[in-house]
């Protein structure tokens, strides 16, 4: 992939997010094991991205070809040994091949090279994900704590859900079964703006992409299907001006700069005063701006020590309010500044341990059952795989707009 140049990366940024995809890390998926060690071919140069195209290598190390040895001249139903047989005439029955989600460790990998690049343009932004369904067995919502998504293997926000989800999938486990389930993605801290119409929707781009992940069948935006059984006046997000407490205030500090430890130094106007200058370590998100870096606070958050430093501040309004978010972010293809939330349903993993009818290659009817190792509800490691390809669309989209429309936008308030 091709990231902005002088994004700051590293391989352990980029495998934190492997680690929460790859094989094998407990009972609930494939016991394939794979480290998923990634390493980082070429695009980088100390520390930071060249411009230059960033080629990252996994390797497989525990693939097992032998497993697969049984149903060499059978179709799997519902996975995708028959089509790329009917397409190419060729059946490599070792694993999924290309068609194996083993693939998706790549886009994971993307996706945590899309963060950081993220972070140096919008730093606010935070992509998260999680299961909200199992099979028959849907989240809480009132019940939905941000704090437990972490704390348990099915990326589950509410604690309750996730010890019924652990029962339930053992037991499916356990009898050779598999089950569906559905994924929420969301990204808080999305400006407004982001996606082009007809063409270079976001909505558009967000669904083929999640789409295109193994074992999707549906996806949605905000309120997605449901849609259909609501009217106007209920579908309707309000909109509401923002109370001026929350005004954002952006402070320009002149020749401010980001020094090789990680600490912003800060200087006043005055550039001879030395004694004044102070360092401020990771505590505020900083932007680079023309000639210093710019910092973004509410303008309750204001606090006189930054202008004392030679902070010149703007304010800008903060953005509009709305009563309730079923656009899922996006109107006309175009990002409203509200949370973006996409969800989507994978199907149960198809190669299963009871038996199926099915043909082979020479067209007879037979019965297959699918040893070997699979995960039994691909939902789980399909999170950060949602999460990845968010940040991809989301990145991309970025520097789409940048390209378009560079820093400008539409900003709503008494000079509009
Ligand atoms: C993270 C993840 C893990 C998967 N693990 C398995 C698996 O262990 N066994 C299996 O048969 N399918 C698994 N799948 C699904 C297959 O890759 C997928 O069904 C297959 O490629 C056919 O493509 P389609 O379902 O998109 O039509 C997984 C999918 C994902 C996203
Ligand atoms: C290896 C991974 O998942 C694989 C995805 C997969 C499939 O059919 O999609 C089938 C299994 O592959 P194999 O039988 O070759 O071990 C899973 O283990 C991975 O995600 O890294």
Redesign the pocket.
């Known amino acids: 992939m091709t990231a902005a140049p002088g994004v700051p990366v590293d391989a352990a940024m980029i495998q934190h997010w492997l680690d929460k995809?790859k094989p094998g890390q407990n009972k609930y998926t494939?016991q394939r094991r794979e480290a998923d060690e990634v390493r980082i071919l070429s695009g980088v140069f100390e520390g930071v991205t060249t411009g230059t195209p960033v080629q990252l290598m996994i390797e497989n190390t525990d693939q097992r070809s032998k497993d697969y040895g049984d149903i060499k001249d059978k179709f799997?139903p519902?996975?995708?040994d028959i089509t790329y047989f009917q397409k190419y005439g060729v059946r490599d029955y070792r694993g999924?091949g290309r068609?194996?989600?083993r693939e998706?460790a790549s886009r994971v990998a993307a996706g945590g090279l899309a963060r950081e690049a993220i972070k140096a343009i919008a730093p606010q932004v935070q992509i998260t994900g999680y299961m909200v369904q199992m099979g028959p067995h849907k989240i809480d919502r009132d019940a939905f704590d941000w704090n437990q998504i972490e704390q348990n293997p099915f990326w589950v926000p509410d604690a309750k859900a996730a010890s019924d989800w652990a029962e339930y999938l053992d037991g499916l486990r356990k009898s050779g079964s598999s089950v569906g389930a559905i994924i929420e993605v969301v990204a808080r801290g999305v400006p407004a703006g982001l996606g082009a119409p007809v063409y270079g929707k976001l909505d558009t781009d967000l669904a083929a992409a999640m789409m295109s992940?193994?074992?999707?069948k549906g996806v949605e935006i905000g309120e997605g299907m449901s849609a259909a059984m609501l009217t106007g006046e209920l579908n309707a997000d309000e909109i509401f001006a923002p109370p001026a407490s929350e005004d954002i205030v952006e402070i320009f500090f002149k020749g401010a700069r980001l020094d090789s430890t990680g600490t912003y130094i800060i200087r006043p106007q005055n550039e001879n005063d030395k004694e004044r200058w102070f360092k401020v370590k990771d505590l505020f998100h900083f932007t680079e701006a023309e000639g210093g870096m710019a910092l973004q606070v509410t303008r309750k958050a204001l606090n006189k020590r930054m202008i004392a430093n030679g902070g010149l501040p703007i304010v800008k309004r903060a953005e509009p309010r709305y009563s309730s978010n079923h656009a899922g972010g996006i109107l006309g293809g175009i990002s409203t500044g509200q949370d973006i939330v996409v969800r989507f349903a994978?199907?149960p993993?198809?190669?299963i341990l009871t038996t199926r009818k099915t043909i082979t290659k020479t067209g007879e009817e037979t019965e297959i059952i699918t040893k070997g190792r699979?995960?039994p509800c691909?939902g789980i490691?399909?999170v950060p795989?949602g999460e990845a390809m968010m940040a991809c669309v989301l990145l991309d989209h970025m520097l789409l707009h940048r390209g378009q429309v560079g820093e400008n936008r539409g900003t709503i308030g008494p000079d509009a």
């Not at 992940?213 to 999707?216: K, M």
């Open positions: 995809r494939t799997r519902g996975h995708a999924g068609s194996s989600a998706t992940i193994n074992a999707v994978v199907k993993t198809s190669s699979h995960d691909v490691r399909a795989v």
